[in-house]
């Protein structure tokens, strides 16, 4: 039966002009929330790819990362390598990108400001480890990255949801839910994790080769008359902390910690030039412990010695105790 007049679509309504404009709300179009979309997930693929370009560049230079954290390294590995997927799913497929790439910020921010917590199990105080990763610029820009990403996902939110109320023959133009943002949190989560577990939750600097003498007094680490001169003995003093005590030329004895005060890698002795360098961040420490090159500010810290009338040597105390020391 023919439709009166009154029945056929209303070219003046504004259910009729929504729909064949692409749909209003919030102020702006679908159309319009498309594009948006578009534009703010160009600029995250763009800040993903910044994000592990700095990340790489933070894994190619601080060594400290392989010498005392290497699950700390593979955890960053896998953030990097998940920054450079999402970064092209990014351009390629913003809609199915969105909410990962929110997650992978979220989660990268909460692990940075996670690290400095970790500081005691590296033998380093959270204050002096915090201004330590504050005073490294891609720390920084890592920091400032994730927020910028977040701040980008919260501008696009509106038009996500736009699109997320538009039905297709297939269901809704994209997913936007609390529990999709949730799987992906865990999921990104999970992985780092897997990785960070596999290469152990962490490594020791190195085993220190103690070469205390033998035949000398129980709790003596030397004897006075067996030591040559600019020649290290080392010993464990207080427990977990390596030292070397070495005999001067004039016949004193020094004897220093050998935990860098930059970031607590251990140093060794280079009997060439008679030195202690550090194989984080290249500090250089002269034979009675003052910096002789940084980034180490500090000079290592001194193990007061007591010398019985036998000639062993017996570690007493630390006169400076440095940001390694308990």
């Known amino acids: 039966m023919a439709k009166t007049v009154s029945e056929l679509p209303c070219s003046d309504c504004p259910k009729f002009a929504a729909g064949t404009s692409g749909g209003t709300q919030g102020g702006f179009t679908k159309r319009d929330a498309r594009s948006n979309f578009q534009k703010l997930q160009t600029v995250m693929g763009l800040l993903l790819f910044i994000s592990a370009g700095t990340g790489s560049y933070l894994l190619a230079t601080d060594r400290s990362l392989w010498l005392l954290a290497v699950s700390h390294a593979v955890g960053l590995i896998i953030i990097v390598v998940i920054d450079v997927f999402l970064g092209m799913l990014s351009l390629i497929s913003p809609k199915s990108a969105y909410i990962p790439s929110v997650a992978a910020a979220l989660l990268g921010l909460i ?64 997913h936007v839910t609390k529990r999709g943002f949730l799987k992906s949190l865990v999921g990104i989560a999970g992985a780092v994790g897997l990785g960070v577990l596999l290469s152990s939750i962490k490594l020791p600097a190195g085993t220190l080769q103690t070469t205390t003498q033998t035949g000398t007094v129980q709790g003596s680490v030397a004897n006075v008359n067996s030591l040559k001169i600019g020649v290290p003995v080392y010993f464990d003093y207080p427990s977990g902390y390596p030292n070397a005590l070495v005999k001067n030329s004039d016949g004193s004895l020094t004897a220093l910690s050998m935990l860098c005060t930059h970031v607590c890698c251990q140093c060794s002795f280079d009997s060439a030039s008679k030195v202690f360098y550090c194989p984080c961040h290249g500090s250089v420490f002269d034979i009675s412990g003052k910096v002789v090159n940084g980034p180490a500010t500090v000079d290592l810290p001194v193990i007061q010695l007591r010398v019985d009338g036998s000639g062993n040597v017996f570690p007493t105390g630390v006169t400076n105790p440095g940001p390694c020391q308990v």
């Not at 201004?131 to 038009?159: C, E, H, S, T």
């Open 111 to 174: 692990l940075q400001l996670g690290d400095i917590l970790t500081a005691p199990q590296y033998g380093l105080t959270v204050p002096y480890f915090a201004n330590y990763l504050f005073g490294l610029w891609a720390f920084d820009l890592l920091l400032a990255i994730q927020v910028a990403i977040m701040v980008v996902g919260v501008a696009g939110r509106p038009y996500a949801l736009q699109l997320s109320r538009r039905r297709t023959r297939k269901g809704s133009e994209m």
